[in-house]
T-cell receptor, first 112, second 113 residues
Framework: DGGITQSPKYLFRKEGQNVTLSCEQN?????MYWYRQDPGQGLRLIYY???????QKGDIAEGYSVSREKKESFPLTVTSAQKNPTAFYLC???????????FGSGTRLTVV | GENVEQHPSTLSVQEGDSAVIKCTYS??????FPWYKQELGKRPQLIID?????GEKKDQRIAVTLNKTAKHFSLHITETQPEDSAVYFC????????????FGSGTRLSIRP
């Protein structure tokens, strides 16, 4: 699936719950990114990681958390502090020196 | 922080005509400008990119131009076809190991038969 896999494809969350979105890549890319996509607002950066055990906040990090314990994996947790989590979430990876992103197929999260 | 503005938000052109999407960026240190195409329900895919040491780049029916002085860049699609219908995103970043790509808000391109 293009070397970067997101799961699940659809996810439903109840109010007050934390949920974790999975992102795994086998491209040997150093950098990984999480973006949120809302209609008419393009792609907004949540968190990114250039190297294992290190990550940086993006523009809309509040209510989200990440970890980067392995090069291949960059899971995103949507916490109950995120007030409007319904969105399409895209994970991407890249070789740091080359910039071109490879995107996963996305997870559509809906709060019910 | 860095901001990328993209216009128009929607664009409808007759099949065979040309389409132009324009973007401006705020960070003068930006030197890498990719364009992504996202078809309905699919992931964004890189279609063309340009670096700041180049003013124009072409790949078949797609071309991108860059004006560093004015801090704007554009995507040109000629001889449009139905399969060009998609959302297109411009983006900008600095060429450093700590960089991240900032995306525009997207343009929904529709090709009329």
């Amino acid at each position: 699936d293009g070397g970067i896999t997101q799961s699940p494809k659809y996810l439903f969350r109840k109010e007050g719950q934390n949920v974790t979105l999975s992102c795994e890549q086998n491209l040997n890319h150093d950098a990984m990114y999480w973006y949120r996509q809302d209609p008419g607002q393009g792609l907004r950066l949540i968190y990114y990681s250039q190297i294992v055990n290190d990550f940086q906040k993006g523009d809309i990090a509040e209510g989200y958390s990440v970890s980067r314990e392995k090069k291949e994996s960059f899971p995103l947790t949507v916490t109950s502090a995120q007030k409007n989590p319904t969105a399409f979430y895209l994970c991407a990876s890249s070789i740091v020196s080359e910039h071109g992103y490879t995107f996963g197929s996305g997870t559509r999260l809906t709060v019910v | 922080g860095e901001n990328v503005e993209q216009h128009p938000s929607t664009l409808s052109v007759q099949e065979g005509d040309s389409a132009v999407i324009k973007c401006t960026y705020s960070d003068s240190a930006s030197n890498y400008f990719p364009w992504y195409k996202q078809e309905l329900g699919k992931r964004p895919q890189l279609i063309i990119d340009i670096r700041s040491n180049v003013g124009e780049k072409k790949d078949q029916r797609i071309a991108v131009t860059l004006n560093k002085t004015a801090k704007h860049f554009s995507l040109h699609i000629t001889e449009t076809q139905p399969e060009d219908s998609a959302v297109y995103f411009c983006a900008a970043s600095r060429d450093s190991s700590a960089s991240k790509i900032i995306f525009g808000s997207g343009t929904r391109l529709s090709i009329r038969p």
